[in-house]
């Protein structure tokens, strides 16, 4: 928090102003970074206690590696992967890109059409009733049952992983942007109303901030399971991506070069959650004041 220090100026007719002047205490800014100096230390810790745990695990209890390989061998599979050139078919970066590619394009329409549909039904009794019950519906069924039909209709290309990523990504999207955009207060409707702003403008200077941080919670999810939606997809036919390096890993019984591959992905998992958080802040700035 910042005070305000008043002084009093004479000014040229006599008469004294008074005037703010913000001071700015540097323990706000102190604290923060102790907090993400905190965090960090933190989860570099839990690494490290997994990591030796695992390990004795394996050595202690004599866990065969078909089972569950030691960390050695799974560092060793994942720098095999690593230690090579970026367009090296043997290496990681060409499956990855390929599945964070079909990932990406999913997310976006996924995301758009839920967003953009989640606003028409909070805008409209009638649209929410007529698609409400569809949406639902349509996320009650399991995706593995529905991953084959789109393979079907797709095809083995792209078409069928950005389908699916865009299905799975769609759902958080457009119920956090209905429940956001519903969630305004009918003070701030109304007052919109009394100063004779259109639907749009209410829309757009009201509901949509008062929707961000829902929107931005719906995207956290909708990001994670756009990549899952990818993988899934490559699971069932692809020529390339990081699923059908789990599915040519599992085929020679290569567990550790498996763990390698998931490793990548919780990877990449965090690196996605850590993006949106980061706009998040950015974007929805009152509200990471607010949790302060």
Not at 181 to 194: N, W
């Amino acid at each position: 928090m910042s005070e305000a220090k008043s002084t009093i100026v004479p000014t040229s007719v006599g008469i004294e102003t008074v005037q703010s002047n913000p001071v700015v205490h540097p323990g706000g800014r102190k604290k923060k970074a102790s907090r993400g100096v905190n965090g960090t230390a933190i989860m570099l810790v839990g690494l490290v206690l997994l990591f030796t745990g695992w390990a004795l695990a394996v050595k202690y209890m004599e866990i065969p590696s078909y089972i569950l390989p030691s960390p050695a061998a799974v560092w060793n599979a994942l720098w095999s992967g690593l230690a090579v050139s970026p367009a090296s078919p043997l290496g990681y970066y060409l499956p990855l890109w390929g599945t964070l590619k079909n990932a990406a394009i999913g997310l976006a329409i996924g995301s758009g059409l839920g967003l953009l549909l989640g606003s028409l039904m909070a805008e409209s009794r009638v649209i929410e009733k007529l698609l409400m019950p569809y949406a639902f519906a349509l996320q009650s069924l399991p995706k593995v049952a529905i991953a084959p039909l789109v393979v079907i209709w797709f095809g083995f290309g792209d078409g069928s992983k950005i389908a699916i990523s865009a299905l799975l990504a769609f759902f958080p999207m457009l119920i956090n942007s209905f429940t956001g955009l519903r969630a305004v207060e009918p003070e701030r409707i109304d007052l919109m109303r009394s100063l004779s702003a259109s639907r749009f403008e209410t829309y757009r200077i009201v509901k949509l901030p008062n929707a961000a941080p829902y929107i931005f919670a719906g995207l956290d999810m909708a990001v994670v399971y756009a990549l899952l939606g990818t993988i899934v997809a490559e699971f069932l036919g692809a020529q390339q991506g990081m699923g059908v390096v789990i599915t040519q890993a599992q085929a020679v019984t290569d567990v550790a070069g498996v763990f390698a591959a998931l490793v990548i992905l919780g990877a990449m998992g965090i690196l996605l959650h850590g993006i949106v958080r980061g706009l998040e802040a950015r974007v929805v700035h009152w509200a990471d004041r607010g949790r302060k």
